[in-house]
């Protein structure tokens, strides 16, 4: 099990004939003196916690929910997403008694995606509280697998503001869910199949507030067959921009095996 904050790392593991190639970069950014965030991988599960609450009270926001979803032990959809729901609440628990013990609301953000057997094969089960992302890139298109809980997502919805108004809007960082903070912790699942040639991308806000849909599908498009690279270009890319926010990412890269690199 690794976990990634103020750091890089990467691996690989192997699933269902596929192999899953990953790498995981978190950085404070330029701005903030601490990072919130976290990444966690291991085994057929990659998550990634954005705290809230400052100093102390974020950094053990996402620690602790990251630490009860990386308990969970992936098999089939609906046993694996009862077991997420378990872990969610586990961890709205246990960040409820840093509230009680720091006096001020401590809560994460959560998403990413856990590899379950469903239909006979391996699929991606993501989850989501907030609005870090969990993206799909296939067929060399890139598609926003999660949708942010947050108040310019509600009024984009809404057809008051168009996507580009909301990157510039006072109200981007105001979310409407999260882990804790005394928010709603509604989770929303996704499913699709575990396909070769596919890269799945987890960021936190830090990295989308910064770059792009567009951006993010070229630096995939040309890194794409190494996560190392890519993962490490895509904080670059957003330090560059000034990294407003502390920025994490995970890559997760499919193949087949039995395929040369």
Request: aromatic share 4%.
């Amino acid at each position: 099990m690794t976990t990634v904050r103020d750091s890089a790392a990467s691996g690989s593991h192997e699933v269902g004939g596929f192999g899953i190639d990953w790498a995981a970069v978190s950085d404070v950014g330029l701005v903030r003196e601490a990072n919130e965030d976290a990444a966690l991988v291991t085994d057929r599960r990659y998550l990634l916690a954005d705290g809230m609450g400052g100093h102390d009270c974020g950094e053990i926001a996402s620690e602790a929910a990251l630490a009860a979803l990386g308990a969970v032990e992936p098999t089939d959809l609906t046993t694996t997403r009862d077991a997420v729901l378990d872990a969610l609440r586990t961890a709205a628990h246990d960040i409820g008694a840093i509230d009680s013990a720091n006096g001020r609301r401590a809560g994460t953000t959560v998403t990413g995606a856990l590899i379950v057997d469903y239909e006979g094969a391996p699929h991606w089960l993501v989850v989501n509280i907030g609005d870090s992302r969990t993206y799909r890139w296939s067929d060399a298109v890139i598609e926003q697998v999660t949708t942010d809980h947050s108040q310019v997502q509600e009024l984009i919805d809404a057809g008051h503001l168009t996507p580009e108004q909301a990157r510039v809007d006072p109200r981007r960082n105001v979310i409407t869910r999260a882990l804790g903070a005394g928010m709603d912790a509604q989770a929303d699942f996704f499913v699709f199949p575990v396909v070769a040639g596919d890269v799945v991308l987890i960021c936190s806000d830090g990295l989308t507030g910064e770059l792009p849909d567009s951006e993010l599908e070229e630096i995939i498009a040309e890194r794409a067959a190494t996560p190392d690279s890519l993962a490490a270009e895509l904080v670059s890319a957003t330090l560059a921009l000034g990294a407003r926010d502390n920025v994490t990412v995970v890559v997760a890269t499919v193949r087949q095996l039995g395929e040369e690199d």
